[in-house]
């Protein structure tokens, strides 16, 4: 069975550039999360998808925004990059119900960097 | 204040040893914790997850324990290999019907041969 993917693998933008990150879940799954991890620092939460919908969002500014498509894959937009955006962004997936009971499945995540 | 405080930040220890890794939390209502490896520059990967009534659960060379009366967590790597370098992170949900998932800063073990 696969598991999360996520596209691309490396991603080089320059300040004031758009970026988008892809991520499909393992097959059955509805929720999908976002998370960024600057070098050296923890998993932040950035948003939650179910269903097509954003059920839930970080303490991140409106330019980072997504969505969720009907086959459950998602990406993740990122407007007016500022070189802090630079990170490791994560997605994970889980099974329909609240986030917090599902386990969540990793992808390999996209490294962004801003230059 | 949800919080997930992990200790130490990193951790040296030479092949073949064991360790411990501590998780305290402040999480509530408590649903479930979950210990999580991460290689660097990967995605992390789920080691275990315990629930409020589970008080151990192993998966291999991993062992993670929970005494949800103190709220405090630890992940028990017996006979280190190097391959167990990587970061290891504890994740907290709380059971509020909605998403309340806390991760933890995730502590740093290297292994030397």
């Known amino acids: 069975e696969a598991g999360v993917t996520q596209s691309p693998t490396h991603l080089i933008k320059t300040r004031g550039q758009q970026a988008t990150l892809r991520c499909s879940p393992i097959?059955?799954?509805?929720?999908v999360y976002w998370y960024q991890q600057a070098l050296g620092l923890g998993l932040q939460f950035l948003l939650w998808?179910?269903?097509?919908?954003?059920?839930n969002r970080g303490n991140f500014p409106p330019r980072f925004s997504g969505r969720q498509f009907p086959n459950y894959s998602s990406e993740l937009n990122v407007n007016a990059l500022e070189l802090e955006d630079s990170a490791l962004y994560l997605c994970?997936?889980?099974?329909?119900?609240?986030?917090?009971?599902?386990?969540?499945?990793f992808g390999p995540g996209t490294r962004l960097t801003v230059l | 204040k949800n919080q997930v405080e992990q200790s130490p930040q990193s951790l040296i220890i030479l092949e073949g040893k064991n360790c411990t890794l501590q998780?305290?939390?402040?999480?509530?209502?408590?649903?479930?914790l979950r210990w999580y490896k991460q290689d660097t520059g990967r995605g992390p990967v789920s080691l275990t997850i315990?629930?409020?009534?589970?008080n151990t659960k192993s998966n291999g060379r991993y062992t993670a324990t929970l005494d949800a009366d103190t709220k405090q967590s630890s992940l028990h790597i017996t006979a280190s290999q190097l391959s167990d370098s990587a970061s290891y992170i504890c994740?907290?949900?709380?059971?509020?019907?909605?998403?309340?998932?806390?991760f933890g800063a995730g502590t740093r073990l290297f292994v030397k041969a």
């Open positions: 994970a997936s889980s099974l329909a119900g609240t986030g917090a009971h599902n386990e969540q499945f």
């Open positions: 097959s059955g799954h509805t929720s």
């Open positions: 998808y179910d269903e097509g919908e954003e059920r």
């Open positions: 998780c305290n939390y402040t999480v509530s209502p408590f649903s479930n």
């Open positions: 315990m629930t409020f009534s589970e």
């Open positions: 994740v907290v949900s709380a059971n509020t019907g909605g998403f309340k998932t806390i």
